[in-house]
């Protein structure tokens, strides 16, 4: 290496190690903070923890009723995850390898709809759902958002990508078009699925609006619920309120991590074809 | 195993655009039939339409006297091994082997039973529980032939199956498949648009051009006796010269005359001659192959060529010769004196040779 490359490198890498630390930077805080004493903490903000106070953890575990809006939330990002894996899985096919009039004006229109937000259609949603008596179930925080346009983009763009002689492999080897989606297909398909998983579900677990809108009772609060009220009960208890901001991240940061792999190969597979 | 009959059959896309015209044959039952000819001849798209891959615009397909027109792809009981393998990538050797055989709900002996003993065949055995992508290309084929074979199906159909792998690898697959058809004494239609492959595997061969068949015979029988001008230059290599010419009449023999070359027909052509062009003064093409070229060793007519490329292949000798604006291809035994750019003497063998009209390609004698 050349003194002269040798420091471009040193250069690109402090220049990442600034870009971390301006990231890595909230969420150290919120860690340390949640472990400082909670009166020190109120009184100050400090980015290195004067003592390690892991009972704010039991407190802010006790202080709401956080299992519950574990299970609630959990309900509801599993749920819409799962459906609309399911249901892009199925629309991305026909987009991809199935023939019918209408077909690209549809999908043009399909992709229309990413960008319309969710905030204009919840006065018509929430109507439907009070006709329904849907309002503080599951329902109403799953079914709305079943289907998804970036999700059946995803998977049309995936399928586009998969050699038609495959399919016509398992035509001649006796599968119906259901086993070839299913058997041949989908399993294929495990980096796009594992990419939608993933933004599906970090997005439904971090949702705050769909909640606040669709449910009122305090039995249907999903963590992200939880939070704000938890946050208007402790205004100044701050080591509590980031202890129970921990809570609620873990599972993010936890499913990144494992589906990191999948993930990035995901969107570099959506993107490139 | 199975017939396969083609009558009038026809691939229309839109626009009237005919990729494939008219096509009839009989295929028996065990035989080996190759559908050759060169890219875009409609070989592989007759293939699907067999397949039922393809719609069939008009025309009747027929497996064991059954019209197959409105059978599904996978009612028809037959076999198809793609060129790109198309072997399922999540799946192992052993489960694409299988695959087929579950969908059809075949016992689990039965199956195991059968990828096993297909395997063994093929040489596979060791690779059963690897995954496609952990196999050579030779291998992966060998995969896909295997996933044809446990069915036994009654219908083999091979899309240029060979064409992915290197030449040494062609070549041994080649023979494993003849050996395998003799084997399985199953019906196959194999397309590839290589003639050598098809010249060295089939029973039959069904020449192609524009969507139009233009010979079906046996190798030898098409390689002897072309239909036409467009047969005779694609099946052989290298490939039949051709010599255009003028044909002329004098006293009482015949003569094809082109640009430095004077040749005196034999005289078991003179009667096809006489009856297409009577009086001579009319133009034709010679066509001679390769192996039908010597060089001269005694008396007799000869014509002088200037060699313009030598290929030495070990065995024998390419030389690319040119006599006035034409330009002739021989087969030279490997210890021949022909030197690059020196003169040669030739003689033709023209008992050997063919005429085709000048119009219309087709063979006159």
């Known amino acids: ?273 | 195993m199975a017939t396969l009959t083609l009558r009038n059959v026809s691939k229309i896309y839109a626009g009237n655009v005919r990729a494939v015209s008219q096509v009839n044959a009989e295929i028996a039952d065990g035989e080996f039939v190759i559908l050759v000819g060169p890219s875009g001849c409609g070989k592989s798209t007759l293939l699907r339409m067999i397949a039922g891959l393809e719609e069939i615009s008009e025309g009747e397909i027929s497996i064991d006297k059954a019209v197959v027109n409105a059978v599904h792809a996978k009612d028809r009981d037959i076999a198809f091994v793609f060129q790109n393998y198309a072997l399922y990538p999540h799946m192992s050797v052993a489960e694409n082997m299988a695959f087929g055989l579950k969908m059809r709900k075949f016992a689990k002996t039965e199956i195991e039973s059968r990828v096993n003993s297909a395997a063994k065949v093929l040489g596979l055995t060791e690779y059963l529980q690897r995954k496609p992508g952990a196999l050579s290309g030779g291998q992966r084929q060998r995969v896909a032939v295997g996933r044809a074979i446990v069915r036994q199906p009654k219908l083999f159909l091979f899309d240029e199956p060979l064409s992915n792998l290197d030449a040494k690898m062609r070549v041994t697959m080649r023979a494993e498949l003849i050996k395998l058809h003799k084997q399985l004494q199953a019906t196959m239609v194999y397309v590839t648009h290589d003639q050598v492959e098809a010249m060295s595997m089939g029973d039959r061969l069904i020449v192609m051009k524009g969507g139009v068949v233009q010979q079906i015979g046996a190798p030898l029988e098409i390689y002897n006796n072309p239909a036409n001008q467009f047969v005779a230059g694609f099946i052989g290599s290298p490939p039949m010269n051709f010599i255009s010419g003028e044909i002329e009449k004098r006293g009482n023999d015949w003569f094809v005359v082109s640009d430095g070359i004077n040749l005196k027909m034999p005289l078991s052509k003179f009667p096809v001659l006489a009856s297409a062009f009577q009086n001579g003064d009319a133009k034709a093409v010679l066509g001679i192959r390769p192996e039908d070229i010597h060089e001269k060793s005694g008396d007799g007519n000869s014509i002088s060529a200037r060699v313009e490329i030598l290929e030495q292949l070990g065995g024998e000798v390419i030389a690319t010769c040119s006599v006035g604006t034409t330009e002739i291809t021989v087969r030279l035994p490997a210890r021949t004196q022909a030197q690059t750019d020196a003169q040669i003497e030739l003689v033709f063998d023209l008992e050997r040779a063919k005429l085709f009209e000048m119009a219309t390609g087709k063979t006159l004698v």
């Open chain 1, 1 to 273: 290496m050349t003194t002269e490359s040798k420091q471009k490198a040193y250069f690109h890498y402090a220049l990442a190690l600034f870009v971390t630390l301006i990231f890595a930077l909230p969420l150290l805080a919120m860690l340390v903070t949640s472990l400082r004493d909670p009166a020190k903490a109120a009184a100050g903000f400090s980015l290195w923890p004067d003592s390690f106070h892991w009972q704010n953890y039991i407190e802010a575990w006790r202080a709401t009723n956080f299992p519950r809006q574990f299970i609630n939330s959990l309900v509801m990002a599993l749920g819409v995850t799962a459906g609309q894996i399911i249901t892009s899985l199925m629309a991305g096919y026909a987009f991809a390898r199935m023939e019918f009039t209408g077909k690209k004006p549809l999908f043009v229109a399909l992709l229309a709809t990413l960008v319309i937000p969710f905030q204009i259609l919840v006065i018509p949603v929430f109507i439907i759902l009070v006709k329904l008596s849907w309002i503080n179930t599951y329902w109403a925080l799953i079914i709305p958002s079943l289907a998804n346009a970036f999700g059946i983009f995803l998977f049309t763009q995936f399928f586009q990508t998969i050699p038609y002689e495959l399919e016509e492999a398992a035509y001649i080897d006796g599968a119906s078009r259901w086993t070839v989606l299913w058997k041949i297909l989908v399993p294929l398909a495990k980096p796009a699925i594992t990419t939608l998983f993933l933004f599906t579900f970090i997005a439904e677990w971090n949702d705050l609006f769909k909640p606040l809108v669709f449910t009122s009772t305090k039995s249907m609060r999903t963590v992200q619920l939880g939070l704000t009220v938890f946050q208007e009960q402790f205004k100044v208890d701050y080591a509590l309120l980031m202890a129970a901001v921990v809570f609620v991240t873990v599972p993010s940061i936890l499913l990144f991590f494992l589906g990191q792999k999948q993930f990035i190969k995901g969107i570099a597979t959506g993107g490139l074809k």
